[in-house]
């Protein structure tokens, strides 16, 4: 028998209450268990040795054997540091430190050899080390310890306080001598032989005092398998209780709507990956389980006509349907778009919305309740309690990232109630729920953090569609832009000019947001130009107005800021002036991007700026000027930003990943969720003696480590 790795780690020798606190406030390492799972961040190659006079100005990490023959406290403008000459037989140089000088005084030791290593820098003529990490030759030598350095997290408290990296190395061998270096298995055998793994306790041991390159990768590779695997697991695991447990309400026919506007309605042919998806909606809402599918579809891929063909299958089943926007402005388009198609097949369809007044409100919500009212559509206000369906089978929320998943969840408890005759409590059947989002996540991200739900993609954008071309422009060259304004309006073309929102500078924005508008309504005078102006200030209803004039024609610039950015579909609109683009998000330059190239004619987005930029600004607006798919965005937005930046995936906790990398870590994910997936297939309840191990490790992370957090 092992030893328990759930022991504290106050039990470890060396380790001692004080470092034992600090272990845990500062690193959240509890038991050995914790401890073993502080993975490296990297590895140093120690096996060179450097001379004093070898060493060059730009030399990064060195490691170099000599003594300390003098100690000094050296004043500075704040406080002091202390200051050590080091000695070799080519030549002398400095260690320094700024902070934790009492304890390092103390267990310093004059003319003894030293191991030093750390950073070189070059000041006031001479080499200094701030910092080294430093060790006894006598003790180096005798170090469990490889080429391949491990450098574990570390915080500055913890450095402050005399836990180093080596302090960290020392107790983790400590914890390797006391556990014998063996630890229990954790895949099962068919998943180790078949991707021919390491054990658990080589992958361990390698992953701290890696024997070679070779090893270490081997290391790496298991533990992050393990890592996803085991990610992947509880999120298949999830969906498939999700279906076997909820029932869905059936819709067994595809019926008399859905036909007719297929066939005498539909305004255009639907492209492959419409189709694909609706089939996909289709299967989900015959079946017996509820349906709850993430559909991701680029900018105007045409994800709305398939939302609207979805709810006709819904009619066609006798529910009633709803669509969910996160902006009044986005509601009302969908209404006036959708009541058209519906007018056309005797649908009765109802806009509800903030600014829907009372005795609007009252009416809906009685046809509603009594089941005269087929669709629904509008703002956050369908999820208050007054409004009750009479029995709603689908609900779909559109642009879903500005939604949380407590409105989804809200959506869920709408669904018709099953009258049984023998029991007084009746409880919902939730309606098929259908995500749709145009802030495209890579997949491998949406494995990870949608993992739960079905996914359908839209990977195609209806024919005809010209790429936007898109520029980058310095704010100095405003009159060209405005001379190539003034042609497009002179051609009959709309255009937009957006200004940042951000919520911290308010008030700047607004200003900024005035003088822009009072500098082009300079430039193009009434009567000759018309110029419409939304912003978050304004009332719904001004808005509203403003915005209904632009959709007809009547104004030729809309200055607005972000509150066009999702969803607004003006055809005509063909040029889209983004003003301090590099304020502004990747995916919210693609978003607004997408406002225009939705007609026949050659659309643009000119991406103003100052002149300074910093290289993450950069790097987005070449982005922008080199592509026009949002996935390919998304991959770089991802990359700049880190997956815990992107929408939606806050709340979802998967990203704290021990070792793995959801960017760099692609394949090894992919290979993980086809394993988890074959598993589960064969044997959906781990029962087979085969899966012990993976049912055991399985119940164990979910007892002692709160790693699924975001099991709901
Ligand atoms: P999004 O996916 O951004 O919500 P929309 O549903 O608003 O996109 O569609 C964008 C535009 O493309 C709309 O004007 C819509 O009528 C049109 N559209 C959608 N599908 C097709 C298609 N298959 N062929 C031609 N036009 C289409
Ligand atoms: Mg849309």
Redesign the pocket.
């Known amino acids: 028998m092992s030893i328990n790795l759930q022991t504290p780690i106050d039990y470890l020798k060396g380790v001692g209450p004080n470092r034992a606190d600090l272990l845990r406030t500062e690193l959240d390492i509890h038991t050995y268990q914790d401890l073993i799972n502080l993975f490296p961040n990297r590895y140093l190659d120690r096996t060179q040795y450097y001379k004093i006079n070898q060493l060059q100005r730009n030399s990064s990490e060195v490691q170099i054997i000599g003594e300390i023959i003098s100690l000094k406290e050296v004043a500075q403008k704040r406080g002091k540091r202390l200051v050590a000459t080091f000695k070799d037989d080519t030549g002398t140089m400095e260690l320094i430190w700024f902070r934790g000088q009492k304890w390092i005084r103390e267990s310093l030791k004059l003319n003894k050899p030293y191991v030093v290593f750390g950073k070189v820098n070059w000041f006031n003529g001479v080499f200094n080390l701030p910092h080294p990490d430093m060790e006894l030759l006598e003790e180096h030598e005798q170090n469990l310890r490889s080429a391949m350095q491990p450098i574990y997290p570390s915080t500055e408290k913890l450095s402050n306080k005399g836990i180093t990296n080596r302090v960290i190395n020392k107790i983790m061998q400590q914890l390797f001598l006391e556990t014998k270096g063996r630890f229990q298995e954790s895949l099962s055998g068919n998943i180790l032989s078949e991707l021919k793994l390491i054990s658990k306790s080589e992958a361990f041991f390698n992953i701290h005092f890696p024997k070679n390159q070779e090893l270490l990768a081997r290391a790496q590779f298991r533990l992050k398998f393990e890592e996803l695997f085991y990610i992947q697991l509880q999120l298949i695991l999830k969906n498939l209780i999700h279906k076997s447990k909820i029932k869905g309400l059936p819709f067994t026919q595809v019926g008399e709507y859905f036909n007719t506007f297929y066939n005498e309605h539909l305004?255009?042919?639907?492209?492959h990956a419409?189709k694909r998806v609706l089939k996909e909606i289709r299967q989900d809402l015959g079946s017996n389980a509820q349906m709850n599918r993430l559909l991701q579809?680029?900018?105007?891929?045409?994800?709305?006509?398939v939302a609207f063909m979805s709810m006709l299958m819904a009619l066609d089943n006798g529910f009633q349907a709803c669509l969910m926007a996160p902006t009044e402005i986005l509601s009302v388009q969908h209404y006036n778009g959708l009541e058209e198609l519906a007018n056309q097949l005797n649908i009765s369809i109802e806009l509800l919305t903030g600014s829907s007044n009372t005795s609007e409100r009252k009416e809906i919500h009685k046809l509603l309740e009594n089941g005269e009212l087929d669709i629904l559509i509008g703002t956050h206000a369908l999820l208050e309690d007054k409004v009750k369906f009479k029995n709603l089978g689908l609900a779909i929320i559109?642009e879903q990232h500005r939604f949380g998943v407590e409105q989804r969840s809200k959506l869920w408890h709408k669904g018709p109630s099953q009258s049984d005759q023998n029991e007084s409590k009746t409880s919902p059947t939730p309606p098929h729920i259908l995500v749709?989002t145009?802030t495209p996540i890579p997949r491998t991200l949406a494995m990870s953090v949608y993992g739960d739900l079905d996914i359908s993609v839209?990977d195609e954008l209806?024919?005809?569609r010209q790429a936007i071309k898109t520029v980058h422009r310095y704010d100095k060259n405003r009159l060209k832009v405005f001379r190539f304004i003034r042609d497009e309006i002179e051609k009959g073309r709309q255009i937009y000019i957006v200004y940042p929102l951000i919520q911290e500078s308010e008030k700047m924005d607004y200003k900024d947001l005035m003088d822009g508008y009072e500098s082009v309504v300079r430039d193009f005078p009434p009567p000759k130009y018309q110029i419409s102006i939304v912003h978050g200030q304004m009332k719904p209803a001004d808005k509203e107005y403003e915005m209904q004039r632009f959709i007809k024609g009547e104004t030729n610039i809309m200055v607005a800021t972000t509150v066009i950015e999702v969803?607004v579909?003006v055809?005509n609109a063909s040029v889209m002036i983004i003003e301090s683009a590099e304020r502004f998000g990747l995916s919210q330059l693609h978003q607004l991007r997408?406002r225009v190239g939705?007609g026949a004619e050659q659309s643009y987005c000119i991406l103003m700026t100052s002149h300074k930029l910093s290289n993450d600004s950069k790097t987005r607006l070449e982005t922008m000027c080199r592509t026009n798919d949002g996935f390919e965005i998304a991959e770089v937005d991802l990359r700049l930003r880190g997956p815990g930046d992107i929408m939606g995936t806050q709340q979802s906790g998967v990203l704290n990943l021990k070792i793995a990398d959801l960017l760099k870590d692609k394949d090894i994910l992919q290979s993980a969720r086809y394993y988890a997936k074959k598993v589960l297939g064969s044997d959906p309840t781990l029962k087979a003696t085969e899966n012990k191990t993976i049912l055991y490790t399985y119940q164990q992370l979910g007892k002692y480590k709160n790693i699924w957090n975001y099991i709901s």
Do not use: C, H, Y
């Not at 305004?267 to 492209?271: G, K, M, S």
């Not at 579809?297 to 006509?305: A, L, N, P, R």
């Open positions: 305004p255009f042919e639907l492209t419409q579809g680029d900018v105007g891929s045409g994800k709305t006509i559109d749709m145009a839209i209806p024919p005809g969803g579909n055809p997408g939705r």
